[in-house]
């Protein structure tokens, strides 16, 4: 994997190229396409997105046309086998993942078995067997394995990190956050692919890594709900909106319990693209936010609340006009991409090549991003999915405990005397 200092490039790979792509990955290769990558550490990087894979291609011919010399020439790959021709085909340092959750792990194992940095979308897999399986390849071929988690840059959510490590906010009780997304996006977005699939999965897990990351503590006992029949039938396996519960214990034996409601079935004219709310209570205060309260409001005549909405979420990714004139795409959705360009650059070319294995290790050490320090969130999604599978199949109500004295993940069912082992190793 170790690049020679004086070629300073990283080529890279996309892989999928729906609404993920378009609102971050797209800005971000077009602004590093042109301004390319500066650190101290590492000089001038140029970073090329050299190829993608998609299932049919035509998104990369679109974002080919529209982009124009915004972007250099790509080759595009297509079909079953479009990821290990990629691979196979062109010299790539770096690939994206942005493909739907459940098909995270194929791709991502791909990439790593082929000594290439990896960055994946949030969750990163939806198993700790595959979870294993990726931190084991990385290891083994010396790359970086990273997830995004974009709302842990959010501000909010910084100066929140900021006032519990600086212990401004000391022990946290209890929190609650929620996620509320239009029926657009289930039922237009993303309906090639939502069968089967919940909006806890997709979301709720940016809350579970904040509250990990935030607070620390031990994930201990994961419980959920769920409503379903409009985005598929009332018995069936497509969730409307969940809701889940964690409790966490703490060094102090003291336990707080999350809950986390997600839905992606509000009506289509609410006045925000989401509806997000967090509020934690600790010992000695309590922490509220809200997104479409701490922003603006704007109405047009024609287009508000349709394809403008009127209330705006400027910090996650927004087009400017800069005060100089320039025309920019910025916000955090797009800097956790350029961060991890960033690592990446560090590592090949952030000093002597005998020191890259030093490098790459003190990049893995970035518990925000490492697929290695996303063991309890995993955790946490890994249950969910078993206790809403469970209840699709009759069976409510179930409750999975973590690392108890049967296993990692252990599953029981009420009525049922012996429980279910999901994971035999410890979280």
């Known amino acids: 994997m170790q690049r020679e200092a004086s070629m300073r490039q990283l080529r890279a790979g996309m892989v999928g190229m729906g609404m993920i792509f378009e609102e971050t990955y797209r800005p971000f290769f077009e602004h590093l396409h042109a301004a390319g990558l500066h650190d101290p550490r590492f000089g001038e990087v140029s970073v090329t997105l050299a190829a993608a894979a998609t299932r049919t291609g035509t998104r990369a011919d679109q974002f080919r046309a529209s982009a124009q010399d915004r972007i250099g020439p790509f080759e595009s790959?297509?079909?079953?086998?479009?990821?290990?021709?990629?691979?196979?085909?062109q010299r790539l340092d770096f690939v994206c993942v942005a493909?739907?959750?459940d098909r995270?792990?194929?791709?991502?194992?791909?990439?790593?078995?082929a000594g290439v940095h990896l960055l994946v979308e949030k969750p990163s897999v939806l198993s700790l067997p595959e979870l294993d399986a990726l931190c084991e390849l990385a290891s083994r071929q010396g790359v970086l394995a990273k997830v995004v988690y974009h709302k842990l840059l959010d501000p909010d959510h910084k100066k929140l990190r900021t006032f519990v490590a600086d212990n401004v906010l000391s022990h946290v009780n209890h929190g609650y956050c929620s996620l509320l997304e239009p029926k657009s996006i289930s039922g237009g977005q993303?309906?090639?692919?939502?069968?089967?699939r919940n909006p806890g999965t997709y979301v709720a897990v940016h809350y579970i890594k904040l509250i990990d990351f935030t607070f620390g503590g031990r994930l201990k006992t994961v419980t959920a709900t769920g409503q379903r029949g409009l985005v598929g039938t009332p018995g069936g396996t497509t969730w409307d909106s969940v809701q889940?519960?964690?409790i966490y214990e703490f060094a102090s034996g003291r336990d707080a319990a999350f809950d986390i409601h997600t839905s992606w079935v509000t009506p289509d004219n609410f006045p925000g693209y989401v509806e997000q709310e967090v509020q934690f209570r600790f010992d000695n205060g309590v922490w509220n936010a809200h997104s479409r309260k701490r922003g603006v409001e704007c109405t047009v005549e024609e287009h508000t609340p349709g394809d403008l909405k009127i209330t705006l979420n400027n910090h996650y990714n927004a087009r400017f006009l800069e005060p100089w004139g320039e025309r920019?795409?910025?916000?955090?959705g797009i800097e956790t991409?350029?961060?991890?360009?960033?690592?990446a650059a560090f590592v090949e070319f952030g000093g002597p090549p005998g020191e890259r294995e030093a490098r790459l290790a003190a990049m893995n050490q970035l518990a925000y991003n490492d697929v290695r320090s996303d063991r309890q969130t995993v955790?946490?999604?890994a249950a969910l999915e078993a206790i809403l599978n469970r209840h699709a199949g009759g069976e409510p109500d179930c409750v999975v405990r973590v690392n108890d004295s049967r296993g990692g993940l252990v599953l029981y069912r009420p009525g049922k005397a012996e429980p279910e082992v999901l994971y035999g190793p410890q979280v």
């Not at 993303?190 to 089967?196: K, L, R």
């Open 77 to 89: 790959f297509t079909g079953d086998a479009a990821v290990a021709n990629m691979l196979a085909r």
């Open 99 to 101: 493909t739907p959750d």
């Open 104 to 113: 995270h792990f194929a791709a991502a194992q791909q990439v790593l078995a």
């Open 190 to 196: 993303f309906s090639e692919w939502i069968e089967g």
């Open 244 to 246: 889940l519960r964690l």
């Open 328 to 332: 920019t795409r910025r916000g955090y």
């Open 337 to 343: 991409l350029e961060q991890f360009a960033r690592e």
């Open 379 to 381: 955790a946490a999604v």
